[in-house]
């Protein structure tokens, strides 16, 4: 009798489009196994009329998919590791972090072509914060809704651009509407953007997953989500942070700033990769000291 694992996901295109690269990665290792997917609505897909920030942050979209690992209607989860708070629920762990995808914001016109920017829809106020810098003239207005209903509001004329994650246009299919990428230097990624997370109950074999796990993505994250947690986990204010490996060097950057642009603040540390962790907390504790 095959072994039967169930897969969670958010229901969204891109959602059902990230837990698939999963599912056929696992299918690849393990063709014995029978892998099922069982797609969910979160709270954060279901209110659309308000920002993250106004609704209780990220949080609101792995609520349902905790509850569905807890109570065994599935076995593992897969998230947008950006998506994830910093604090995870301690009976479900991380199991898996596959290779990283393109860890770039993208700038996307309307499907007619280049028009100034007049109003750009994003609703990070990290994205907003440094894109302002770039294009001191245009105006951002929030922007909610899965990524086909993004497009379809840009498209509409709501907006003349939107910003969005490089990996999620790919990964849903949608690279050909990138305009233009924005290097780290231009706009500082969200900590763990491009990366997929996989998560399962504490008892589940996570030795099964050890595969998929790629450990300069491990390590990456570790610094990134260490930096943001030291800064309270960015709930209260913007956040960003990216890594980069050489070797055995670890090289952090961090953004720290306020929603109203009060104070912005970026710098950069370097260090082992075995103290990724502690990387991310030095760095955090050196920013703060810019801003007494």
Do not use: W
Not at 93 to 116: F, I, K, M, T, W
Not at 236 to 264: C, H, M, V, W
Not at 268 to 279: V, Y
């Amino acid at each position: 009798m095959k072994r039967i694992i169930t897969i969670g996901s958010r229901e969204s295109r891109l959602a059902v489009a990230q837990t698939q690269l999963v599912i056929n990665e696992l299918r690849r290792i393990y063709p014995e196994l029978e892998i099922r997917l069982l797609t969910l609505k979160t709270t954060g897909d279901k209110i659309l009329n308000r920002t993250l920030d106004e609704i209780g942050g990220k949080g609101l979209f792995v609520r349902e998919l905790d509850e569905a690992l807890l109570d065994g209607r599935i076995d593992l989860a897969v998230h947008s590791l950006k998506d994830l708070p910093m604090e995870l629920h301690p009976d479900l762990p991380l199991a898996a972090l596959p290779r990283r995808g393109d860890p770039r914001d993208a700038l996307v016109y309307p499907a007619e072509g280049e028009q100034p920017l007049h109003v750009v829809g994003t609703s990070s106020a990290r994205r907003r914060l440094q894109a302002a810098a770039l294009y001191p003239g245009a105006a951002f207005q929030p922007v909610r809704g899965n990524i086909n209903t993004r497009l379809s509001k840009l498209d509409g004329g709501e907006y003349s651009a939107l910003i969005l994650a490089a990996a999620g246009l790919v990964r849903a299919g949608l690279g050909n509407r990138i305009n233009r990428l924005f290097t780290p230097e231009e706009i500082l990624p969200a900590a763990g953007q491009g990366i997929l997370a996989v998560q399962c109950r504490k008892d589940f074999d996570r030795g099964l997953l050890t595969p998929l796990n790629h450990r300069e993505t491990e390590l990456a994250a570790l610094a990134e989500r260490s930096f943001v947690r030291a800064l309270d986990g960015g709930c209260t204010s913007p956040a960003a942070a990216y890594a980069e490996i050489s070797g055995n060097e670890l090289r952090l950057t961090g953004l720290y700033a306020d929603s109203e642009g009060t104070f912005q603040v970026k710098g950069s540390l370097a260090g082992d990769i075995g103290a990724a962790e502690a990387l991310g907390e030095r760095l955090a504790d050196k920013l703060k000291g810019k801003i007494g």
